[in-house]
């Protein structure tokens, strides 16, 4: 059984960065496509990025394009999503997940598993 950990989160101000990891276990993540989703209070899970297991490819969500950058090593067994220029909305619990390449999470397909989120707080 796949398990993620999330870790990386916490309060920075406006224009700060962070880094984010997921960390596997139970499974190797080159099975699997891996995506790192968010939540803000009062609204909707979102995908924010993904990586597919198999080419490696990614894709990310427009309001993040070229201030993040998703990841992975597969010697640690684990995806980083490198957050640059933070922005006060994209404050949110952070949570990656995690499908078999048959279900197509990087387009919209559903996970299968997922992380316990880190919370992220950009602020002045």
């Known amino acids: 059984q796949l398990q993620l950990v999330e870790s990386g989160g916490g309060l920075v101000p406006p224009g700060g960065s962070l880094r984010l990891s997921c960390a596997a276990s139970?499974?190797?993540?080159?099975?699997?496509?891996i995506g790192w989703f968010r939540q803000a209070p009062g609204k909707e899970r979102e995908r924010v990025s993904c990586i597919k297991g198999s080419a490696g490819t990614t894709n990310y969500k427009d309001s993040v394009m070229d201030r993040f950058t998703i990841s992975r090593d597969n010697a640690k067994n684990t995806v980083y999503l490198q957050m640059n220029k933070l922005k006060p909305e994209d404050t949110a619990v952070y949570y990656c997940?995690?499908?078999?390449?048959?279900?197509?999470?990087?387009?919209?397909?559903?996970?299968?598993?997922w992380g316990q989120g880190t919370q992220v707080t950009v602020s002045s």
């Open positions: 997940a995690a499908a078999r390449g048959l279900f197509n999470l990087c387009v919209g397909g559903p996970p299968g598993f």
């Open positions: 139970g499974s190797s993540l080159n099975y699997y496509d």
